[in-house]
């Protein structure tokens, strides 16, 4: 089983619709990312959490939200989807910062 | 700017080639630096750190440079199954910034 797991690993919806990714790991880490990635932009950081309870703003948080319900766990939600939205989306989990990164499989999210 | 740059490629070279790839960054406050591997659709993965001495692991070898604010990684004896997207991935306080990738493919 992989360490790191994310579901859906693809979704399309319409513009307008909630949707939430979810990441769980096991790797026991307290740490844990959302990015996404687009072509030509890289990696880029929306929202990260140090513990349970524990939420900060990334690079590109505006029209993002997440919840930290468990040190395993951490969603990400977009409350209203966007066409611009449409990115492959990564959890990541740490054991501190400047570690190794261990990445979910990806979620690949269109907006239509 | 970004933050962290990188020649996008792609590099097609065949194999046994010797391959490099440089990366530039911004902020000379950046306190530790990486590559990523990145197959096809797939999740990145580490490959190496980058150590201020330079450090090798096998074929791979990275090199930083902070005067000139650049990092480096070469490849020897390319094989096949190097071909991937190579991510070169800056820290910056809590946060780990991308470049945005260099392809490489290799070829028989």
């Known amino acids: 089983d992989a360490d790191v797991t994310q579901t859906p690993r693809n979704r399309i919806t319409k513009t307008g619709k909630r949707i939430m990714l979810e990441c769980s790991q096991t790797k026991g880490h307290d740490r844990m990312y959302w990015y996404r990635q687009d072509p030509g932009l890289g990696l880029r950081l929306i929202y990260y959490s140090f513990d349970v309870k524990d939420i900060n703003k990334g690079e590109i948080s505006d029209g993002y939200s997440v919840s930290r319900q468990a040190q395993a766990k951490f969603s990400l939600s977009l409350e209203s989807a966007i066409p611009n939205q449409t990115a492959l989306y990564f959890c990541a989990t740490r054991e501190r910062v400047g570690t190794e990164a261990f990445f979910g499989q990806g979620t690949r999210l269109t907006v239509v | 700017r970004k933050e962290v740059e990188q020649d996008p490629g792609p590099f097609n070279v065949p194999e046994g080639a010797t391959v490099a790839f440089n990366c530039t960054y911004s902020n000379s406050a950046s306190q530790s630096f990486f590559w990523y591997r990145q197959d096809c659709r797939k999740e990145p993965k580490l490959l190496m750190s980058v150590y201020s001495s330079g450090n090798e692991d096998g074929r791979f070898t990275a090199q930083l440079n902070r005067a000139s604010q650049y990092i480096s990684l070469l490849i020897r004896d390319s094989k096949l199954s190097d071909s991937a997207t190579y991510l070169c991935?800056?820290?910056?306080?809590?946060?780990?910034?991308f470049g945005a990738g260099t392809r490489l493919t290799v070829k028989p």
């Open positions: 991935v800056g820290r910056y306080g809590n946060d780990m910034r």
